[in-house]
């Protein structure tokens, strides 16, 4: 019993110190600072011009069920994730919402979060047919974005690769590879955010020691 509460007592000294790190934007910062670097040694910039916004539907656990909406497109009870990325495929942004949320009322805190990191560096946003309309155009322009929608062809036939688009749908790849974030099991949206943070840290932290290596 003494070592059940023992391990009990490890496991909570680590998720508060968890929770710490999550509300002091340690992951984010991390993640920033990480990205920038990359791009550097990819001859790049050290901040972009342009981003990918897009979004994808976790499926709803018993855990995160309480504040789940359903994604009428997608057939499915869940969280929705809105995420923002550089060319590169580099997390930047991102919120979390029910899935009943609509893409176009994300613009805003999006473009207000990649702003904010990249120093106000980004001035066009590419996007497909779920962004169109005058709101999400106008929400973008009001923080320096100008957003380019990025359509389907007219004809097309089986699976076609979309220039620009390419890049956020391999950034959701990605993260679908941990296991946690194969659906959304976490009680606190904060936490879902948090955990893409540190899954992004990994995962860019691994390129950035590719490109150092190669």
């Not at 789940?68 to 923002?84: E, L, N, P, T, W």
């Not at 990191?117 to 999400?136: K, M």
Request: hydrophobic content about 40%; charged content about 20%.
């Amino acid at each position: 019993m003494a070592h059940d509460s023992g391990r009990s007592s490890a496991v909570a000294a680590v998720y508060q110190q968890f929770r710490r790190w999550l509300d002091a934007g340690v992951f984010e910062a991390l993640v920033s600072d990480v990205q920038s670097i990359a791009r550097e040694w990819a001859g790049r910039k050290g901040q972009p011009s342009a981003i990918c916004i897009d979004s994808r539907t976790l499926q709803s656990t018993p855990e995160s069920g309480a504040r789940a909406g359903y994604d009428g497109a997608k057939r499915r009870k869940g969280s929705k994730v809105h995420i923002a990325v550089d060319t590169l495929g580099h997390l930047l942004a991102l919120t979390v919402t029910p899935a009943d949320q609509g893409d176009r009322d994300q613009v805003a805190p999006l473009a207000e979060q990649v702003q904010h990191v990249t120093g106000s560096t980004v001035e066009l946003a590419y996007v497909d047919q779920g962004y169109t309309g005058p709101s999400a155009a106008d929400a973008a322009q009001q923080h320096g974005i100008r957003l380019e929608v990025v359509k389907h062809p007219m004809a097309k036939r089986g699976f076609v690769l979309l220039p620009r688009r390419w890049v956020v749908e391999r950034s959701f790849a990605w993260a679908a590879r941990f296991r946690r974030l194969a659906r959304d099991y976490e009680r606190l949206p904060q936490t879902l955010k948090g955990i893409h943070f540190i899954a992004f840290a990994i995962l860019m932290t691994s390129r950035l020691i590719t490109l150092a290596t190669s």
